[in-house]
């Protein structure tokens, strides 16, 4: 199949291509070059006129929790919360997490990845913490992935919070599933687009050995392992309290700092944890609406692109429109430095592409190039919802980022499969999935 569009974004660092088209071959890029060429070339092909579209890479979602989608509306606590640790200790912990199932969590997983879907996501990282149902979540949850077509790198997020063994239990299910994958899906038919890795949540929720543990069975099993890290200026303060140093100075500590590790929010750093990710390779992943919602500051992303640091885009589960985050991203950053050139369009649709998928450990994801994978979208600029001014390269990329939203996505294909069309996820019956995640919510804030 022939794939184009009035412009195309092969790569968000290099010049948009106008009257572009790829070629799709057994799920990868085959071919790429000015439509009217490639329809020459291979005339016996399919075509899928792209006619009022921009040609993108699928987004890749570094980092959401997909039962997050329950908790949108939650009652709050009688007493409002007053930081970071009481959003934790006092509502996010005992209301959301604790109280999870697994029927719960695959409602949620088949809402979400349908909506993830709609918007142009094509992969994403996914952290699952339910303490209470540990044992068989995991695999519940990516019944509901698989069904999605979409690529899911899915973890169980392992916490001592609630004891050693459950903190262990939380581990061995990693382990399981990251094993299940590899054998070819396992008892629930996990398919190939679904993966696992490690994840832990935070150092003042894990043992040092703990950590180590993580850490070792992930090396073993060559995956990445995550871990949330001061998503507020609660836990440096904890480690310099119990440890005598900050976050990133502790992981250094004690050996795990390295391209094995996939920071999360990375929020409140001080300079030399900065220096330290730089240095040792350490991966990141940054969510810039949710770390406002919760308060928990603005991460120093700049900095750390200036140091080469592989940074990623994610919604947290919060707002899940890759288009709102990017938005989120270009324009909280300009706002913060007082400089309105700080961080451009391409960076941050970078961020939400390649980037992404580097931090992930994902090859030949973020790309429209030959011999990568066909992970791609079309997103409208014309029509009754079109762009307000004229497109030129130049000015694509700042409208896309600006001026569109997950509405205005009309196809999405991910490994050579569409999974999307009109905006709506292919065979999916979306009253019946929003029925099922209405119900859910409702048990769980009951």
């Known amino acids: 199949m022939i794939v184009s569009g009035d412009w195309a974004v092969t790569a968000a660092l290099e010049e948009p ?7 799709v071959a057994d799920g990868l890029i085959d071919d790429c070059g000015p439509a009217s060429e490639l329809r ?21 979602n570094a980092h959401v ?5 329950l908790a949108h509306g939650v009652p709050a606590p009688a007493q409002p919360v007053a930081d970071f640790w009481g959003f934790l200790d006092d509502y996010w912990w005992p209301l959301v997490e604790n109280a999870l199932d697994s029927e719960m969590i695959s409602a949620a997983a088949a809402w979400v990845t349908a909506e993830l879907a709609a918007g142009g996501t094509t992969s994403f990282f996914d952290i699952l913490e339910a303490p209470n149902a540990v044992g068989d979540a995991l695999f519940a949850q990516a019944e509901a992935v698989a069904a999605s077509g979409l690529r899911g ?3 169980f997020e392992a916490t001592e919070r609630m004891g050693p063994a459950n903190g262990q239990a939380g581990l061995d299910e990693n382990v399981r599933f990251i094993e299940a994958c590899r054998a070819g899906g396992g008892p629930s038919g996990i398919g190939d687009r679904v993966s696992g890795a490690m994840s832990i949540h935070t ?33 440096g303060r904890w480690c310099t309290e119990h440890h005598g140093m900050r976050t990133l100075e502790f992981y250094e500590r004690i050996g795990v700092a390295s391209p094995r590790f996939q920071a999360s929010q990375c929020v409140q750093l001080s300079p030399r944890e900065v220096e330290i990710i730089a240095a040792t390779g ?57 400089d309105p050139g700080a961080i451009s369009a391409a960076a941050v ?39 307000p001014t004229p497109v030129e390269a130049h000015n694509l990329l700042d409208q896309l980022v600006l001026w569109r939203s997950a509405s205005d996505v009309s196809r999405v294909m991910v490994g050579g499969d569409w999974v999307v069309d009109g905006g709506e996820l292919i065979g999916a019956d979306l009253d019946r999935l929003r029925a099922r995640t209405l119900e859910q919510a409702a048990r769980l804030w009951s």
């Not at 291509?17 to 070629?23: E, I, L």
């Not at 020459?40 to 579209?53: E, K, L």
């Not at 929790?65 to 989608?69: A, I, K, M, P, R």
């Not at 070792?216 to 836990?235: I, P, Q, S, Y």
């Open 17 to 23: 291509r106008r009257d572009w088209a790829v070629r």
């Open 40 to 60: 020459a070339r291979y005339p016996g092909d399919d075509f899928c006129d792209g006619s009022g579209c921009v040609l993108l890479p699928g987004f890749v």
């Open 65 to 69: 929790h997909l039962y997050g989608v």
């Open 153 to 155: 790198i899915l973890s």
């Open 203 to 235: 150092t003042f929720t894990c043992s040092e050995p703990f950590i180590r543990r993580a850490f070792e069975t992930a090396a073993a099993l060559d995956v990445f392992c995550h871990a949330h890290v001061n998503e507020g200026v609660h836990e």
């Open 282 to 338: 350490v991966r990141v992943s940054h969510m810039p609406l949710s770390n406002c919602e919760v308060g928990g500051g603005i991460a120093p992303v700049l900095e750390m692109l200036q140091r080469h640091v592989t940074v990623g885009l994610g919604s947290d589960g919060y707002l899940n429109d890759m288009f709102a985050v990017m938005r989120g991203a270009f324009l909280l950053h300009r706002a913060a430095t007082l």
């Open 349 to 387: 649709l970078h961020m939400a592409t390649e980037g992404s998928a580097r931090t992930l450990g994902l090859e030949r994801v973020g790309r429209l190039e030959p011999g990568w994978h066909a992970d791609l979208q079309l997103v409208g600029i014309d029509g009754p919802r079109g762009l």
